[in-house]
Nanobody, 120 residues
């Protein structure tokens, strides 16, 4: 399911960004949304997921307590609020929709992603 990521940018360590994952033509309420990231020279990894049911969420250990995933059904958008950013959060961030939270190998079609750079 094609999605559009936005909201990346350059931020200093300790700063915040809010990424958006938007759908066109369909509601995201019927899907679990997983955020991924890929840093230079590293494999793509899951960062966070919002399940379809009961407001369930998952976070990678590296972002727990700093990142928050949320949904705005009216805007057909899922957000990733990123606080206290660290240089190691620098990566291209992607989102994907499926019936459950997924690993990168389960995603067939990727969007363009949005670049997040954390640097002094």
């Amino acid at each position: 399911v094609p999605l559009v990521e936005s909201g990346g940018g350059l931020v200093q360590p300790g700063g915040s960004l809010r990424l958006s994952c938007a759908a066109s033509g369909f509601t995201l309420d019927s899907y679990a949304i997983t955020w991924f990231r890929q840093a230079p020279g590293k494999e793509r990894e899951g960062v966070s997921c919002s399940t379809m049911h009961n407001g369930g969420t998952w976070y990678a250990d590296s972002v727990k307590g700093r990142f928050t995933i949320s949904r705005d059904s009216a805007k057909k958008t899922v957000y990733l609020q990123m606080n206290n950013l660290k240089p190691e959060d620098t990566a291209v961030y992607y989102c994907a929709a499926d019936y459950t939270c997924v690993s990168p190998t389960m995603v067939a079609n990727w969007g363009q992603g949005t670049q997040v750079t954390v640097s002094p």
